[in-house]
């Protein structure tokens, strides 16, 4: 339902020739008040209350949707994806790529006035990113070193071995720089400025109903120049029709999402534009992906996961949960980071009877149709019927039923849980409180950035968005070491297809479908742009 501020709005333009026939003697008839102008503000709807506004702690793309305007990164990624400066002024790479100096604009401060440093940098990375930004913390973490500072404006990155690709994992979606001073000598996950945050952004925090929305406000004295924007606000509605009703009503001017059966129509209305993408930086090529409870004995068995991935027509996904806008999963790595992506890969195909045969030689018996019970499944009592646990979030709930349908015809039943963001997060990377679970995993420009995480031993750990299966393969962890560390193109892709070639042997996940994202704004809005900065340079006229 539309909230009351919608309703109240509309209900503000109903006729009223009667009260101006009173009051105005002259005039005939009147037209429907226009709701309150909002020239110089830019409404935004996000699906999700956020929970809080810090996006070094966090790879939620709720969270970073919510909150990338109030934040900078060292560099900042072009339309090609290629890093140019942005807290750094200039950077040199030396020692084959083992050292990275940045050198820092002179000229940024803080929204409280305090003024930026390479301290505020060496803190972002050393106690939030790379403890709790699962990207970030799977990748540089490992590799690093040391982060040095040999002046208030000149930070040194020092890593055990070369590190190619770090230049792609330093933008606001990546690599938010905080402030030290706010942060220092406290727990970062219960910050209070978690919730009223301090950025070096285009756009400064104001004020956060929970719930209802969050508001913006141009920072005037933003070191790239003032927002033509003078304010924005961020609505909670966690429905998409309607958040697409009041978009058509002028009460939303941008949506983060469109639900895929509405994109032709509004390509077709004049007062709206779309922006399809891949994503944004560490945000970009997603491959929603199912991954097993490994730490579950159900699933200890190779077989049990292998029968489940031939269970699964993965067109299916694409045609009726994405309408044929993406394509079905053909690697572990997303084909739109080209050198890594391997073709010709035996990835699990759609073979019912292969998956009744891997079920009966686990010991999963099937009587007719109904569901399949244990006979002699080492560890369960016979007679068990065969249920497993789907936890996701609310976005994914339409992968959840086309699961259970899939895998009904094989004698599974499957018990879908939907979960908040922050409940979800806690109950699958924290408490481990889950069977199966889907999760949206951003693969980013590099597999250094988005892929890894899913796989080495070391990102085994209670942060969202990190290794979900558990799964641990010292060769693979040595692989994704090697892969990173390579300076040859052709030596990282071999890397990467024999990456490739161990996880769809071993089997942790099952990788159905990799997804686009889809903008829409009003045309009475100019200058947006997919990115976490989207707003930074727009401007909004009646």
């Not at 060496?122 to 709790?132: A, G, Q």
């Not at 193109?489 to 990799?514: C, K, M, N, S, T």
């Not at 100019?526 to 909004?540: I, V």
């Amino acid at each position: 339902m539309p909230n009351q501020r919608f309703l109240t709005s509309r209900l503000l333009r109903i006729p009223c020739v009667l009260a101006l026939a009173v009051f105005i003697a002259h005039a005939s008839s009147c037209t429907a008040e226009e709701p309150p102008r909002r020239d110089g503000t830019l409404v935004a709807a996000i699906t999700n209350d956020p929970g809080h506004l810090n996006t070094a702690i966090t790879t939620n793309g709720s969270v970073h949707n919510a909150a990338g305007l109030l934040y900078n990164g060292l560099v900042s990624l072009d339309k090609n994806l290629k890093p140019v400066p942005e807290l750094a002024e200039r950077w040199e790479v030396e020692d084959s790529g083992a050292l990275y100096r940045f050198h820092l604009r002179r000229d940024v401060r803080w929204h409280d006035g305090r003024p930026f440093t390479a301290a505020d940098v060496k803190f972002t990375f050393d106690e939030l990113l790379v403890k709790f930004h699962a990207r970030t913390r799977a990748s540089v973490g490992p590799a690093l070193l040391r982060i040095d500072t040999p002046d208030a404006f000149t930070v040194e990155f020092r890593f055990r071995r070369p590190y190619a690709p770090l230049l792609q994992q330093l933008d606001v979606e990546e690599a938010p720089i905080m402030p030290r001073h706010v942060f220092a000598e406290s727990d970062p996950l219960k910050n209070p400025a978690n919730t009223a945050p301090i950025g070096t952004g285009p756009f400064r925090f104001e004020s956060y109903r929970s719930g209802s929305e969050i508001r913006y406000a141009a920072n005037k004295q933003y070191f790239r120049g003032a927002p033509a924007l003078d304010n924005v606000v961020m609505r909670i509605i966690p429905d998409a029709g309607t958040q697409l009703i009041a978009l058509e009503a002028g009460e939303v001017d941008w949506l983060f999402g469109v639900p895929q059966p509405e994109r032709a129509r509004l390509r077709g209305d004049p007062r709206f534009r779309l922006i399809q993408t891949a994503g944004i930086s560490g945000g970009s090529n997603c491959v929603t992906t199912l991954g097993f409870n490994l730490d579950r004995p159900l699933f200890r068995d190779i077989r049990v996961r292998r029968a489940v991935a031939h269970a699964l027509d993965r067109r299916q996904f694409l045609e009726r949960v994405l309408f044929g806008e993406g394509r079905v999963a053909d690697a572990p790595i997303s084909s739109g980071i080209e050198f890594a992506h391997a073709s010709g890969l035996a990835m699990p195909a759609f073979d019912t009877v292969r998956t009744a045969s891997l079920l009966d030689s686990v010991g999963w018996r099937r009587a007719g149709t109904g569901v399949r019970r244990a006979q002699g499944v080492t560890g369960i009592r016979d007679g068990t019927p065969l249920v497993i646990g789907f936890s996701a979030m609310p976005g994914q709930g339409t992968y959840g039923d086309l699961l259970r349908a899939q895998l009904r015809t094989a004698g599974i039943d499957l018990r879908v849980e939907l979960l908040e963001p922050a409940v979800f997060g806690h109950t699958v990377f924290t408490a481990r409180d889950f069977e199966t679970a889907v999760v949206a995993y951003c693969n980013g420009t590099d597999p250094e950035i988005g892929v890894r995480r899913q796989y080495v031993s070391t990102n085994i750990a209670p942060v969202a968005f990190s290794n979900l299966a558990a799964y641990r393969n010292p060769v693979m962890d040595s692989l994704f070491d090697y892969a990173a560390s390579a300076l040859d193109v052709g030596e990282r892709r071999r890397a990467y297809r024999e990456i490739q070639e161990i996880a769809i042997r071993d089997q942790p996940y099952v990788w159905l479908v990799e997804t686009l994202t889809t903008y829409v704004h009003s045309v009475r809005c100019n200058n947006l742009a997919a990115s976490s900065h989207f707003a930074a340079t727009a401007s909004c006229t009646r």
